[in-house]
């Protein structure tokens, strides 16, 4: 299992969001600062996951999409944000993602990522359009 994390993250509360990443020191943009292993699973399982809170913290997968994954580390604790100051990248065939700055991030401040995948995607995310 390959995860590196770097060592100034941390995992705190989040007014309004539950739990989120977090700094303890600034960080450079353009810095890849956690590289995590995923556990990938086929479509069948992705339907049952969706069922569950598992649901709200798991990726889509694969070229095509028809599978899904859990990231381990601090990968599925990043809150999203339209406006994010990281983006992930996914590698198919090592099974891991990495998160990377995208700009100068301060000490203190929240760590997130665009749920859509692109960090400039402004296209509402499925919390905000699906209806229970």
Known sequence: MQIKIAHSLFIDETPGKGRGVFTREDLPPMKVIE??????????????????????????????????????????????SYEANC????????NVISVKTVRKILQGEELTINYNGDWDDKKPVWFETHIE
């Open 35 to 80: 590289t995590s292993s995923v556990l990938v699973m086929d479509a069948a399982a992705r339907q049952l996951l969706d069922q569950t809170t598992l649901h709200d913290y798991i990726f889509e997968w694969g070229s095509d999409e028809n599978q899904c994954c859990v990231a381990w580390g601090y990968v599925s604790m990043y809150n999203h």
């Open 87 to 94: 983006e992930y990248f996914m590698d198919f065939d090592k």
